[in-house]
């Protein structure tokens, strides 16, 4: 007899949804109720969770109306996913965007902002000659870390907005109680940024396929762990679920990758243990939208809770270890799947309607701070409390 998951939140215990209809007229308004219950900073209009007052703008170029409209169908079965786009008008004004360090210190490719983006006008430059025609540079929180205050800017021009861009969980982020008062705006993988940019997300197919192609897999379960934590609780979950299953484990404590490539390593693989490295709100990295779904493997996600993921993603596109009562479950479910073609292959339904994107760093972050900059106008705001917003 097969495990019965603790929640039936996946194709084998629950009905098939119908394909996601046009909203009605007048919709939004309900959207924007039950999106608040997520994102409470909706409650009030389309306004930053800390800009004073209902009728500001929201700064996320993402989060307009249609990512609003996304944001609740992918939270609902219909599951939509996210869209980016405010649009580009044909008389827009060049923007600058100033990158004050290269993140890593890594040289990035930048300048694609209209070939691979669509957005007009937007100059992006590692230059700190240019600083003060930029409306907007961006600060990377670890290298702001390396080299401290005392190496921003020495001159602000009024006007020019101030980013605070990071990536990493709260977990992994230091020093930020000496940042107020320095940051206009916030930019991470979190819905309430002022510029929201993610690790990943769907977009609607441009060739819907009515059939699936699916790869040859051969085998069954897969991780790809560079840093490897006792502490941590996707080690401690892995030790737990290896008693009931075998898993090939790559990296610095594993195997090593096929032709140095974690793609090529997972393609071959049924599943894959997207465990993050700590659990935060909508902290859903590359782990997921790279190494799983860009392999054509079901990730088993250890991360926020199931309801966040499918803020994201369709509900029947991943296995969440919440949905069982433990290891052993989880285990046996695994291998019920590998055994049904069928079951096996429902959670790739999805890639009938929607495609995978993920994030480029940096260029993609830098090119949407364009859109942010036109959709902000010159409202003017600065962010007091980082370290209670981030760290909440």
């Given at each position: 007899m097969r495990p019965r998951p603790r929640r039936l939140l996946h194709p084998l215990g629950r009905r098939r949804q119908p394909a996601m209809e046009p909203p009605e007229p007048g919709l939004l308004c309900r959207l924007r109720s039950r999106l608040a219950r997520r994102a409470p900073w909706l409650r009030h209009g389309f306004s930053s969770p800390r800009a004073p007052g209902p009728k500001r703008r929201l700064l996320a170029a993402g989060l307009s109306c249609c990512t609003v409209l996304a944001l609740y169908?992918?939270?609902s079965p219909r599951d939509l996913p996210p869209v980016w786009g405010r649009g580009n008008d044909e008389g827009d004004e060049p923007v600058t965007v100033l990158m004050w360090w290269e993140p890593f210190g890594e040289s990035q490719r930048l300048g694609g902002c209209q070939r691979r983006f669509g957005i007009r006008a937007c100059n992006v430059t590692t230059d700190r000659g240019r600083q003060l025609e930029a409306q907007a540079v961006v600060f990377h929180h670890r290298n702001l870390i390396t080299s401290g205050l005392r190496h921003l800017p020495r001159v602000r021009p009024p006007g020019q907005r101030w980013v605070w861009m990071n990536l990493e969980s709260p977990t992994h982020t230091q020093s930020l109680q000496d940042r107020a008062g320095i940051f206009n705006w916030t930019m991470s993988y979190r819905v309430d940024s002022d510029i929201f940019v993610p690790y990943g997300y769907l977009r609607p197919s441009q060739t819907p396929?009515?059939?699936?192609?699916?790869?040859?897999?051969?085998?069954?379960?897969?991780?790809?762990?560079?840093?490897?934590?006792?502490?941590?609780?996707?080690?401690?979950?892995?030790?737990?679920?290896?008693?009931?299953?075998?898993?090939?484990?790559?990296?610095?404590?594993?195997?090593?990758?096929?032709?140095?490539?974690v793609l090529k390593t997972v393609s071959e693989y049924k599943f894959y243990l997207a465990f993050e490295n700590s659990q935060h709100p909508d902290y859903i990295t590359e782990k997921l939208w790279r190494n799983a779904f860009t392999?054509?493997?079901?990730?088993?996600?250890?991360?926020?809770?199931?309801?966040?993921?499918?803020?994201?993603?369709?509900?029947?596109?991943?296995?969440?270890?919440?949905?069982?009562?433990?290891?052993?479950?989880?285990?046996?479910?695994l291998k019920f799947l590998d055994k049904n073609k069928s079951r096996y292959q429902s959670y790739f339904?999805?890639?009938?309607?929607?495609?995978?994107?993920?994030?480029?760093?940096?260029?993609?972050?830098?090119?949407?701070?364009?859109?942010?900059?036109?959709?902000?106008g010159k409202q003017a705001k600065t962010i007091q409390n980082l370290a209670t917003w981030f760290e909440s």
């Open positions: 169908a992918a939270s396929a009515p059939h699936l192609s699916m790869p040859r897999k051969t085998k069954l379960v897969a991780w790809v762990i560079s840093n490897w934590n006792e502490g941590q609780a996707r080690v401690r979950y892995y030790r737990q679920l290896m008693d009931h299953l075998p898993i090939d484990v790559y990296g610095a404590h594993g195997l090593e990758l096929k032709d140095n490539s392999s054509w493997a079901v990730p088993v996600v250890l991360g926020p809770a199931r309801s966040n993921y499918e803020l994201f993603i369709p509900s029947d596109s991943f296995i969440h270890i919440d949905d069982f009562p433990g290891p052993r479950q989880l285990a046996l479910y339904a999805w890639r009938k309607r929607y495609d995978v994107h993920v994030t480029s760093f940096w260029e993609e972050h830098s090119c949407r701070v364009c859109d942010a900059v036109r959709t902000a």
